[in-house]
Nanobody, 122 residues
Framework: VQLQASGGGLVQAGGSLRVSCVAGRAFSNNAMGWFRQAPGKEREFVAT????????LYGDSVKGRFTISRDRAKNTVYLQMNSLKPEDTAVYYC?????????????????WGQGTLVTVSS
């Protein structure tokens, strides 16, 4: 199943950006997540949303700044990123969860998009 992420780009610190991921109908009843990977670092959990969109979890480093949402009719999940910091610079990956609620563990995600690069300048 293909996951297509888009919306990355260059933004100044303090700015906002929204990335999107079209998941396809196969994941309409599954949780979806966003992870990110900075150069030389391991892939890090960012956010996840339940299949109905009624539950979300966030990584500690983005809590209060990022918001995950989904439009099931469009099979699309979004990540709204506000108050961006240079340390948010990374390739952002969307992922399809194994179940309705998939949590923070990378092992609970079974399908990955190609990633979209977000660069935050200071």
């Amino acid at each position: 199943v293909q996951l297509q992420a888009s919306g990355g780009g260059l933004v100044q610190a303090g700015g906002s950006l929204r990335v999107s991921c079209v998941a396809g109908r196969a994941f309409s009843n599954n949780a979806m997540g966003w992870f990110r990977q900075a150069p030389g670092k391991e892939r890090e959990f960012v956010a996840t949303i339940s299949w109905r969109g009624d539950g979300a979890l966030y990584g500690d480093s983005v809590k209060g700044r990022f918001t995950i949402s989904r439009d099931r009719a469009k099979n699309t999940v979004y990540l709204q990123m506000n108050s961006l910091k240079p340390e948010d610079t990374a390739v952002y990956y969307c992922a399809g969860g194994r179940g309705s609620y998939s949590g923070k563990s990378i092992n609970n995600y079974v399908s990955w998009g190609q990633g979209t690069l977000v660069t935050v300048s200071s």
